[in-house]
């Protein structure tokens, strides 16, 4: 127990001491955000007018949603509906099979699909149903978050939680006798590398929580914008988020004998592209992907913490947090075991 400490304090010493990691950890986000919040600041609130919705005049959901304040139902029996969307003169049509169509992505059509779900839903189940059972709140007290800008924060948010990363590859590097003296001493000594490690790991997902908290706060106060509603699974997701980077980065350190600059590039890379694929460089990049391969954002691990952050706190839907939670708890679970085995299997020639 005092040599974990011990290996923990000086780790800490160590990350505070690298430039690097204070700016990419904790300078860089906030950088970020305060571009996002000058680039879009114009196009945050959004006024939420009714949501028009196409259908059929004998669609057998068509009262349900009658019954619903905030939709205004356009009866198209002649089938043409295609003009009528990409015109924007409705934001979705609902055929007789209760299928969605919709021209573009956005807060409309993303609420049209959650309570269509519902109802589908509920139908299964074969209870009666009315419009008041899916009045969820969705616009009233929400202006200025209704708006799918908010993805690109949430996914600023899901990408610095797995700035562990960084720090999971410098405690391998550490460890390994080619990238530093300190691993020629652990290899030469009687010292065993898990606790080193064990220590690196709680170094880094402690710092790196501190870096999320001071995003979230300097965007809450002053910035002014407030991203969330549910403190719990949006807490339970950030930490596993870090876990996840954490993870990644041992397994990136431990899997390869490049230097450690490359394996830095790596993570930088892998980083990147997965906030890429969850919409961070635009909205309109997860629409796609979300469209064509949707399998994508299912797996990725920040594009489930990007959506379930929205899903949570923009839309109130809690249904697919559980899974989210159990897929990243389960990547950070295979790639610490791995990590392990292949430092395990390290040998050196020489000394």
């Known amino acids: 127990m005092n040599s974990l400490i011990r290996n923990c304090i000086y780790l800490g010493k160590n990350a505070f001491r690298d430039r690097d990691f204070v700016f990419w950890t904790l300078a860089y986000p906030i950088i970020m955000a305060i571009f996002f919040n000058a680039a879009f600041s114009g196009m945050m609130n959004l006024n939420m007018d009714n949501i028009q919705i196409g259908m059929t005049s004998h669609n057998q959901i068509r009262y349900i949603f009658e019954e619903m304040d905030f939709f205004d139902i356009h009866l198209i029996d002649n089938g043409n509906y295609v003009d009528r969307l990409h015109n924007d003169e409705i934001h979705g049509y609902i055929d007789d099979d209760f299928n ?29 149903i009315s419009g008041n059972e899916f009045s969820v709140n969705y616009i009233s007290n929400r202006n200025q978050k209704a708006n799918s800008l908010f993805i690109i924060f949430y996914s600023l948010i899901a990408m610095v939680s797995t700035y562990g990363i960084f720090a999971g590859i410098e405690t391998v590097s550490i460890i390994q006798a080619n990238l530093s003296y300190v691993g020629i001493r652990m290899n030469v000594a009687p010292l065993k590398k898990i606790n080193f490690l064990m220590a690196g790991t709680i170094v880094a997902f402690l710092l790196n929580i501190l870096s999320n908290g001071m995003l979230l706060l300097f965007i809450n106060f002053i910035l002014k914008i407030e991203l969330f509603e549910e403190y719990v699974y949006t807490l ?116």
Do not use: H
């Open 100 to 128: 969605l169509i919709v021209s573009k992505s956005g807060v409309r059509q993303t609420i049209i699909k959650e309570v269509l779900e519902q109802i589908k839903q509920t139908i299964k189940l074969n209870r009666p």
């Open 236 to 351: 339970i997701l950030i930490a596993l988020g870090n876990l996840f980077g954490i993870a990644l980065g041992v397994f990136i350190g431990s899997s390869n004998k490049k230097s450690f600059n490359v394996k830095t590039v790596m993570g930088i890379a892998i980083t990147l592209f997965l906030s890429f694929l969850s919409g961070l460089m635009g909205p309109w990049i997860k629409a796609i992907i979300d469209k064509n391969a949707p399998i994508i954002g299912r797996i990725n691990p920040i594009s489930i913490i990007t959506n379930n952050l929205y899903r949570i706190n923009i839309l109130g839907n809690k249904s697919s947090a559980i899974e989210g939670i159990l897929i990243l708890l389960l990547y950070s679970i295979l790639l610490l075991f791995m990590s392990y085995v292949f430092l395990r299997r390290k040998s050196y020639d020489s000394l």
